[in-house]
């Protein structure tokens, strides 16, 4: 069966220092792969979107950065976190191909950047 | 935009009502997923109905779509206070390069 980790599950780092989110699926081959920030109340903005390994859309202009180094790993990463950067980090994954593809969540990571 | 938007934003019932959400949307879809999520946790998926569906049941949800109108509804019956959680609407527009985009939410509050 197909699993998804994501980690840590908090974090709390300070303003200006780096970020490295990571993610990876398990039991299914050649993904697509998101990252999507919710702030506190809201709703989830598409970050990031991997349809393979090197290939990654930016939905939205950001301190943030995602890479894709294997075909199930994606992570997330800052070089310098700013306040506006807290909020609840959620990777998630989809079947490639056809159009009922629904997307499987990891249990998100809590930043706080203090 | 083509994320869908939900409404209410909150609504609060007592155990054994329904709860009704409506999500409406602006662009064409391929699909229409329903996901919920409980209080600091992943989305689980709980539903979708393709573009050419009116209807579907799952359990104690029904979904319904009217792409005239671009506007979906979820309806849980007979609630239960388990049902409690933020309940959301994601889709997938036609042609787009399959980015899933999720609406702001409905908080749902079932009081036993």
Redesign the interface.
């Known amino acids: 069966s197909q699993t998804i980790h994501?980690w840590p599950a908090t974090l709390v780092q300070p303003v200006g220092s780096p970020l490295s989110l990571e993610c990876t699926v398990e039991g299914t081959s050649n993904p697509?792969l998101?990252w999507?920030r919710q702030a506190a109340?809201?709703?989830?903005q598409?970050l990031f979107?991997s349809?393979g390994i090197d290939q990654i859309?930016s939905?939205v202009p950001q301190n943030l950065s995602a890479s894709r180094p294997q075909d199930r790993q994606f992570i997330l990463s800052s070089k310098k976190l700013l306040l506006s950067d807290s909020g609840?980090y959620?990777c998630?994954w989809?079947v490639?191909g056809g159009?009922?593809?629904?997307?499987?969540?990891?249990?998100?990571t809590?930043l706080t950047v203090v | 935009s083509q994320q869908g938007e939900e409404d209410p934003q909150a609504l609060s019932i007592q155990e054994g009502e329904n709860a009704t959400m409506n999500c409406s949307y602006k662009t064409s879809i391929n699909n229409l997923q329903w996901y919920r999520q409980n209080s600091g946790r992943g989305l689980v998926h709980l539903i979708l109905i393709r573009s050419n569906e009116r209807e579907k049941h799952s359990g104690r949800l029904r979904v319904t779509l009217d792409t005239s109108k671009k506007s979906s509804s979820l309806l849980i019956t007979a609630s239960r206070a388990a049902d409690t959680a933020s309940y959301f609407c994601a889709l997938i527009s036609s042609g787009s390069a399959r980015q899933l985009t999720f609406g702001s939410g409905t908080q749902l509050t079932v009081l036993p």
């Open positions: 994501q697509n998101y999507y109340g809201r709703g989830l598409l979107y349809i859309s939905e609840f959620l998630a989809s490639k159009i009922s593809t629904e997307a499987f969540f990891g249990q998100g809590r």
